[in-house]
Nanobody, 115 residues
Framework: QVQLVESGGGLVQAGGSLRLSCAASGTIFRSNVMGWYRQAPGKQRELVATLNTRGSTNYADSVKGRFTISRDNAKNTVYLQMNSLKPEDTAVYYC?????????WGKGSLVTVSS
């Protein structure tokens, strides 16, 4: 079984920073995509950022220039450095692994940004 373990969420003041981490374990194909999604109250889940094993990234327009996704391929670990946080970034952040076309999810980590 694939398991994703997230850490790094919490409370932060607007303008501050947080770093999320997610480590995947289990049987994972060499070529895969890891990323972060978020769901704010009253809104649908949305993509935040993804990163494949070749270094190709995809960011939501709302976080470009503020968030940076990175990964350690050897550890199957993905990170999300979040800078200049805004109240609208408040959401539950979910780690995602797409492994051979199958999605696996972490249980979510709450990020709350105060104004």
């Amino acid at each position: 079984q694939v398991q994703l373990v997230e850490s790094g969420g919490g409370l932060v003041q607007a303008g501050g920073s947080l770093r999320l981490s997610c480590a995947a374990s289990g049987t994972i194909f060499r070529s895969n995509v890891m990323g972060w999604y978020r769901q704010a109250p009253g809104k649908q889940r949305e993509l935040v950022a993804t990163l494949n094993t070749r270094g190709s990234t995809n960011y939501a327009d709302s976080v470009k220039g503020r968030f940076t996704i990175s990964r350690d391929n050897a550890k199957n670990t993905v990170y999300l450095q979040m800078n200049s946080l805004k109240p609208e970034d408040t959401a539950v952040y979910y780690c995602n692994l797409n492994n051979v076309g199958v999605d696996f999810w972490g249980k979510g980590s709450l990020v709350t940004v105060s104004s």
